[in-house]
């Protein structure tokens, strides 16, 4: 297949990683990779190629021109602008939802609704547009405080805090840049990521992984796109899995193709395991970074076909996925600053060191190569370091020889990805 991987990231790095383990019977790669805007990382199996991502008109030039049978759209923000309507306009077969069912990300007022309509459980909700409103809300729920800008931040649109004054800050910010706000319930216990490949009838669930949002050790600092995951979920019920098909994937894929916007893609159900029962704290329209560099590494069904199928509207020919019995853990390594202002064009070394280990892959996040060709930190998520091993604590220790190998000046990353989790 010619595949167009549309995004920059270390998620995109993984998918593009993921096409390029499928071999033809002579032992050839079976695809012809190209990504936009892709990144050094991802330059290594894919032909890069410069387009504004959010402009469907561009992209799909851009598919036509290279022949693609199919394009994946990485990031929200071309499926919330509707790429995704453009390449299927154009006839090209396109992994991600329409603008209209990317909603269910780009608006947290839309996802309630869904889920209220599909009897999909979550946090109760009240949605603020005045200051007044939103000391309401906050009151009502009492602390600790969360609250949510509606529309897309790239994950760092929320805030859960002790201080009410806090919680009243960001909703005022977010009035005077113009979108209102979301006020919820705190839902407690351990969150959990599950992806859910879908082409807008057939739901297929992937393997549970765990996300690390906050900044520092021990889950205290600001709330970040991710710092690092693992999968799979020793501590999980063994049921979760289904649980989740019955109570949220499926409900809410069947709401979305009742109102007529049939979301097809992957459906990223955010939960938390709270001590009244599962309840959803986010929906997502697209692959969850970094969790999806976890999944992916253990996933041994190939993905482009599933992909593609899901794009064409065949993906229950898919019933059983196949899985790798090893753990992954992936540690981020995060730019100086992040997530708030970040130092851009410090030199990265010793990603070779660290892929000396065959168990080790580093993903390319933020990266550019200098005007000398010198790798440097271009974004605030710079690396992920991947590893695979028997178990999460092999998988986590051959992961931080991995980190130890990598040098960037000031540079951070978290000590404790998947510690308690190995533990058990
Ligand atoms: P979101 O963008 O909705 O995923 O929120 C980002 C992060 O904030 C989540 O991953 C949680 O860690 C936290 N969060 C969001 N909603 C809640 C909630 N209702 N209760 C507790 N924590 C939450
Ligand atoms: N890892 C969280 C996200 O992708 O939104």
Request: with cysteine; hydrophobic share 45%.
């Amino acid at each position: 297949m010619r595949i167009l991987v549309i995004g920059s990231g270390g998620r995109e790095d993984a998918i593009v990683h993921s096409f390029a383990g499928d071999k033809t019977a002579q032992g050839q790669p079976a695809h012809q990779l190209h990504a936009a805007p892709g990144n050094p990382g991802i330059g290594r199996l894919a032909t890069l190629h410069q387009v504004d991502i959010n402009d469907g008109a561009a992209v799909t030039a851009l598919a036509e021109e290279l022949a693609a049978d199919l394009v994946v759209i990485g990031p929200e923000a071309p499926l919330v602008a509707g790429v995704a309507d453009s390449l299927r306009a154009a006839g090209v077969a396109c992994f991600g939802p329409s603008a209209k069912a990317a909603q269910l990300e780009g608006s947290k007022a839309f996802a309630k609704e869904i889920m209220a309509a599909a009897g999909v459980p979550t946090a109760a909700a009240i949605l603020a547009t005045t200051k007044e409103e939103a000391e309401k809300a906050l009151d009502q729920f009492g602390a600790p405080y969360v609250v949510k800008n509606d529309g897309l931040a790239a994950g760092k649109g929320v805030v859960v805090t002790k201080d009410r004054d806090q919680a009243l800050a960001h909703a005022e910010a977010c009035f005077a840049a113009g979108a209102p706000v979301v006020i919820e319930e705190y839902l407690d216990g351990p969150e959990i990521s599950l992806f859910c490949i879908t082409d807008g009838t057939t739901v297929l669930p992937l393997a549970p992984a765990q996300d690390f949002k906050r900044a520092l050790d021990g889950d205290q600092g600001p709330n970040t796109g991710g710092m690092g995951a693992y999968s799979p979920l020793p501590w999980a019920p063994s049921d979760l899995t289904d649980q989740v098909m019955e109570k949220v994937a499926r409900p809410t894929v069947a709401e979305m193709a009742r109102r007529g916007h049939p979301f097809a893609g992957v459906l990223y159900c955010g939960l938390a395991l709270t001590s009244r029962g599962l309840r959803v704290v986010e929906f997502n329209a697209r692959f969850g970074d970094p969790e999806t560099q976890v999944v992916l590494a253990r996933l041994k069904t190939p993905l482009a076909a599933m992909l593609l199928a899901a794009a064409q509207g065949h993906l229950s020919q898919f019933t059983e996925l196949q899985w790798s019995s090893q753990a992954a853990v992936t540690v981020v390594v995060a730019a100086e600053g992040y997530p708030g202002a970040v130092t851009k064009g410090g030199p990265i070394t010793g990603i070779e060191r660290a892929e000396a280990n065959d168990a080790v892959t580093v993903l390319h996040a933020g990266t550019a190569l200098n005007a000398d060709g010198q790798l440097v930190a271009a974004g605030g998520r710079v690396l992920n370091v991947v590893a695979l091993g028997r178990d999460l604590d092999a998988a986590r220790k051959r992961a931080y020889a991995g980190v130890d190998a990598i040098s960037l000046p000031g540079s951070h990353h978290r000590t404790d990805i998947a510690l308690r989790a190995s533990q058990l």
